[in-house]
């Protein structure tokens, strides 16, 4: 049995998953971007034994298998993605706070489907500190965790504990952060699935982490473009450059291909103007790769994970 054939894989899916389970299903509503061509199967596991249940199906007929968060750092291309697509949305959402032996500390255990924010104005209600860091981040803790996402206050890897996740090609499993590599948003957590999180926080008081944080938003408001969607930074910094201040300094700001801008207050954003496609976005993309190589001598590294096309087998394509 293939996708090809795809009647019997899909009353399986059907069976199991009832209404959790979408075939040829629209991406674009599931990513920030709302840009993008469809999954063949679009799934929610409700837990890890639907997890398991999904892979065995998965691997017995070499159907590829990629996870999405909130789509905050991805792009789809136009074709969509073959295969599975699993989606958190739907459960993994439980914050659970665990005893710390240590004075002062508290460990928290967040569900991989748990959005950023969410977790931070917990944080701020119970007064711990710690996430100020994430102000403003958008997306999933298990796409944080993917992407080690952060600002210049810090990063999710600089605070977790332990991780549980599902390695695609060796199952669960559940390691401590001495375990784990991270660096400038990079994980080793690769192909895999991040069920949840234990994070270590601090004691503190509620007002005062409340005003960093708005603090934190206010500065980001200042300098990025939210007003039309994006996935922030297109590029990752050099140690040495700002992409966005090389993208401004070859002229770019402004330029425009379809439905796509590169901003106007912030060259490393490429905004979704209105009726954008993943080409169209892609193609500015190229446009600066080009333009920043031909006059600076510095080939750019994409921060946004390009996920789709024929990439059968493929996790994830970073360009
Ligand atoms: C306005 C804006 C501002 C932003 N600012 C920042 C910033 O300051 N710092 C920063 O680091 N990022 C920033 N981002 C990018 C983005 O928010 C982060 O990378 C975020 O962590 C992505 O989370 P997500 O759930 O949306 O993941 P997605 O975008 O859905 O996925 C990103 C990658 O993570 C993988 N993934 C998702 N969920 C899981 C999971 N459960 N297990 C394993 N892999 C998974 C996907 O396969 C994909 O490869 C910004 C984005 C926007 C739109």
């Not at 509503?29 to 063949?40: I, R, S």
């Not at 996935?231 to 300094?249: A, H, M, P, Q, V």
Request: aromatic share 8%.
């Amino acid at each position: 049995m293939s996708i090809n054939n795809s009647s019997k894989l899909f009353s399986l899916f059907e069976e199991k998953l009832g209404d959790r389970a979408q075939f040829n299903a629209p991406l674009a509503p599931h990513v920030a971007y709302q840009v993008g061509g469809p999954a063949d199967i679009l799934v929610f596991p409700n837990n890890e034994e639907e997890l398991n249940w999904i892979d065995t199906l998965a691997k017995s007929n070499q159907i590829p298998q990629t996870v999405i968060g909130t789509g905050t750092n991805l792009l789809v291309v136009d074709e969509g993605i073959r295969g599975i697509v699993i989606s958190l949305a739907k459960a993994f959402q439980t914050i659970e706070e665990i005893p710390s032996n240590e004075p002062g500390k508290v460990w928290i255990k967040c569900g991989g489907g748990v959005l950023k924010p969410t977790l931070l104005k917990w944080a701020i209600e119970k007064g711990y500190t710690g996430l100020e860091f994430s102000s403003g981040v958008p997306g999933t803790i298990g796409g944080g965790i993917y992407m080690n996402a952060g600002t210049k206050y810090g990063c999710y890897g600089d605070i977790l504990k332990e991780l549980r996740f599902f390695d695609f090609n060796t199952g669960f499993k559940q390691l401590k952060r001495q375990d784990l590599h991270f660096s400038y948003r990079e994980s080793e957590v690769r192909n895999s699935l991040v069920i949840w999180a234990m994070f270590e926080l601090q004691h503190g008081d509620s007002a005062t982490i409340r005003k960093e944080v708005d603090r934190i938003i206010l500065e980001r408001a200042e300098k990025q473009p939210l007003d039309f969607p994006s996935c922030g930074s297109t590029f990752k910094n050099g140690s040495d450059y700002s992409s966005g201040r090389l993208i401004e300094k070859a002229g770019l700001k402004g330029l425009c291909v379809g439905g796509a801008e590169i901003s106007t207050k912030h060259a490393n954003f490429i905004l979704n103007k209105g009726n954008a496609t993943a080409k169209d976005i892609l193609t500015l993309i190229d446009i600066i790769k080009v333009r920043v190589r031909e006059q600076f001598g510095v080939t750019l590294e994409c921060e946004v994970c390009v996920l789709g096309g024929q990439l059968e087998g493929t996790k994830s394509q970073k360009n």
